[in-house]
């Protein structure tokens, strides 16, 4: 079946550690996104790619990286320099729209998510 | 993109149909209606989405208004497995950016 998946379902991190969160999309999707959902709130965008070896920062990049070296790829790292990095983390991808302002609506499609807690 | 107006939370019988509201006065002609449900823990899944005419697909049915302030998600025949947090959201069909999670309306499917 097609679709994303996010690895671990689970991760802790130790205090000065990077950690990187997998998402992998078999959609053939040319677009990846990483958001981050806090308790009782909505999602907030981390980063972007919308090509291979290519992305944006999103609301909330401070701490993060990513790399985009596969289209069906997306790693996301969580660095020693995000101080609050306690969430439920979300990978999605969408279908490329040959036009920005127009064209047929695409919607963005969810992994399950990766919980990182601090040890 | 537009911002909209869901109810905080909604109650449903088991085998009922369950009807979503969404105010989205301020959108634009070439911004689309999408809804997303969110089961605790899980990452949001996609249900429909619509321009203008009403669409159904296995999921639910979506009934967007002739001036096309207000739309309605349709959960024909609810089931508690549809128990959860459901978003209304409003995007240009082109966008390629981030998608604007609201507080979205808590349904309750009860036995």
């Known amino acids: 079946d097609g679709g994303i998946t996010q690895s671990p379902k689970y991760l802790f991190r130790k205090e000065g550690q990077n950690v990187t969160l997998s998402c992998e999309q078999n959609?053939?999707?040319?677009?990846m996104y990483w958001y981050r959902q806090d308790p009782g709130q909505g999602l907030r965008l981390i980063y972007y790619s919308q090509i291979v070896n290519d992305f944006q920062k999103g609301d909330i990049a401070e701490g993060y990286s990513v790399s985009r070296e596969k289209k069906e790829s997306f790693p996301l790292t969580v660095t020693s320099a995000q101080k609050n990095p306690t969430a439920f983390y979300l990978c999605?991808?969408?279908?490329?729209?040959?036009?920005?302002?127009?064209?047929?609506?695409?919607?963005?499609?969810f992994g399950d998510g990766t919980r990182l807690s601090i040890l | 993109d537009a911002k909209t107006t869901q109810p905080t939370s909604m109650d449903c019988a088991e085998g009922r149909a369950a009807n979503l509201p969404c105010n989205h006065s301020t959108i634009s002609g070439n911004e689309y209606v999408y809804w997303y449900r969110q089961i605790h823990s899980q990452g949001p899944q996609y249900i429909i989405h619509?321009?203008?005419n009403n669409e159904t697909n296995e999921m639910a049915s979506l009934i967007i208004t002739e001036d096309r302030k207000s739309s309605t998600l349709i959960l024909p025949h609810a089931t508690l497995r549809d128990t959860a947090v459901y978003y209304c959201i409003v995007r240009y069909g082109g966008s390629q950016g981030n998608l604007i999670f609201g507080k979205g309306t808590k349904l309750s499917v009860k036995p």
């Open positions: 959609l053939n999707h040319d677009a």
């Open positions: 619509g321009l203008k």
């Open positions: 999605a991808s969408q279908r490329q729209n040959p036009s920005q302002t127009g064209g047929p609506g695409q919607p963005q499609h």
